[in-house]
Structures are given as C-alpha cells and as structure tokens.
C-alpha cells in the first residue's frame, strides 16, 4: 500500500488500522485528537523494539527492529480525517514516517485474532537516543495500563538512552 494513501470503496470512505504503542495508547488523548477512532483490539509487532529517540525539543517513544523483541500495540480503527491528525501530530513525514504491516489483531470484545493491514508511525532512525519528559512518560503509561502491557518495556527504553548517552 502507498504511504499516506487511504482506499475509498464506492464512494465511502473505508477505515484503516493504526498500530498504537506510544503516547496514542492514552485513550483520553485520542479521543480528544481523533474524534472517529475506536480501539478495535491489541497485538504484538514482533522483532521490534521500544526506544526513546527525538531531537533538542523532545525525545519520543519509537520502534526499530531487533530479533527477539516484542512491541505491544493498541489497534485503532481510523478514518482519513483522523489519520490526518494523527498524520500532523507524528510530524509525517520529517520527524516520523508510516510502515504498513500485516499483524494479528486481538479483538478487544470477542478476543477472536484476524490478520489486518495495518500503518504504524516509526520514527526517523538517524535520530538521536534521548532521555523523555517525566510528563510523556506518565502520558504512556497510563496507555500501558489501560491495555494491561507490561511497563518494563517502557522503563527498559529508559535504560537503553541512558546507557547510549552515558548517563
């Protein structure tokens, strides 16, 4: 699929999947930034990992891939004008770029797993590592316990920065 495209079928606008793992599990967040999205259910990005990169104005969550790693994700249903916001907010394409991924979606009610095309934010690699506000953090956090993920990933990443910064 061609990034940033969004399929229409008879003249409707057809929904696609957004892969979650940052700042967007916050549902309170999303639901003030995109109106239409809906949580549709979870799953696992395999041999990927979570870090903390950005730039002198912030450092963020991303994902790069690394054998072995596993990266939980909310998955959002989102319609164009959401992925727009998303799209402004994720500073698509300079600081963030879209990655279409076919993933096993854990359905939030039924729990019935489907095999779903899906977009996920990733950050620009040559970013460098970086140590995020404490408010950001709490921001992921509350995202992590609302979908029951494991918050060591998140305090790992934290680790990793350090390490690579020498702190």
Known sequence: MVEGYSPRKEGKQMKRYYLAYGS???VTQMRFRCPTARVVGTAVIEDYELLFKGSKSGSYLTIEPKEGAKVPVA???VEEEDEAALDRYE?????YYKKEMQIVVTGIKSKKERLRDAFVYIMHEDRPFGIPT????QTCI???N???FDQSLLMNAIRKSRKELGI
């Open 91 to 95: 500073g698509f394409p300079t600081f």
């Open 146 to 148: 609302t979908f029951k």
């Open 134 to 137: 404490w408010n950001y953090v």
């Open 75 to 77: 998955v959002w249903s």
């Open 24 to 26: 967007n599990l916050n």
């Open 142 to 144: 509350t995202g992590y």
